[in-house]
């Protein structure tokens, strides 16, 4: 592994931090107007769906960080994807568990729970803009470009210098 960092950790770090504290204000809020419409049953279904929401976008992000670790390593993009693909693939195996086990249970009401979700996802959209305006990352990243190629050197070029040309004009 690698202790240089990749040029996207910053941006994936602060989205997830964001998004952690964006999530639990928006709990509260889906939670209380669940509450409000249907008490009990509103507020767990609104606790739960931005619950859901949050813990399924953040394994992409905690996926690829974790990823990122062994950046450097000649196997680095065999890992990386496959990382990101097994992160990928837990979130499906994830939400098919949870949607089964969920399905039918008397103390969801289905309307809060999914629109609870919807409000989880669109939070972390609109974070993920935030963040990618305000951070400067350049076009490209991450690679180190060699000072000269031994064929740009003009055969015999090796021992001159190059000819100085004076600031002023030569009007003779």
């Known amino acids: 592994m690698s202790p240089s960092p990749v040029s996207s950790t910053p941006i994936l770090r602060r989205t997830l931090i964001w998004s952690g504290v964006a999530a639990a204000v928006l709990a509260v809020v ?10 009990g049953s509103g507020l767990i279904s609104g606790l739960l769906g931005v619950v859901l929401a949050a813990l399924f976008l953040a394994i992409t992000g905690l996926s690829i960080l974790i990823a990122n670790r062994w950046y ?7 890992l990386f994807f496959a990382i990101v693909l097994g992160g990928w693939l ?3 195996g994830v939400f098919v ?3 089964i086990v969920l399905r039918g249970q008397p103390w969801i009401e289905p309307m809060v729970f999914f629109l609870s979700i919807v409000a989880g996802v669109l939070m972390s959209l609109v974070i993920d803009v935030l963040v ?3 951070m400067r990352l350049p076009h490209v990243s991450d690679t180190s470009l060699p000072a000269e190629a031994p064929e740009d050197v003009a055969p015999g070029a090796e021992n001159r210098t190059p000819p100085h040309r004076s600031g002023g004009s030569d009007a003779s």
């Open 30 to 39: 889906a939670g209380g107007i669940g509450f409000l419409v249907a008490q």
């Open 72 to 78: 450097g390593d000649p196997l680095y993009v065999q």
């Open 90 to 92: 837990l979130k499906l």
């Open 97 to 99: 568990v949870v949607m």
């Open 132 to 134: 990618l305006m305000r």
